[in-house]
């Protein structure tokens, strides 16, 4: 650690938690697209509503998952 303090002028913990909150951004950014598009195809009648289920389910469990490992 002090090697990385010392190369880099700051400490490593501030980047660990930069990373974690771009990587958490990131992930929420692309599960309200999912939902969003999901749910336009759904209102058009080209995805059905198991789909449209199936779909905010995984958003739902990829943000779970990425919160846990990201946290």
Not at 34 to 50: C, E, F, L, M, Q
């Amino acid at each position: 650690m002090e090697a990385f303090a010392a190369g880099a002028g700051f400490e490593a913990p501030p980047l660990g938690v930069l990373i974690a909150g771009v990587g958490c951004t990131v992930v929420l950014l692309w599960a309200c697209w999912s939902a969003i598009s999901s749910y336009r195809g759904y209102a058009k009648g080209r995805v059905s509503g198991d789909d449209f289920g199936f779909a905010a389910l995984r958003a739902v469990f990829l943000v779970v998952v990425m919160f846990w490992i990201f946290l």
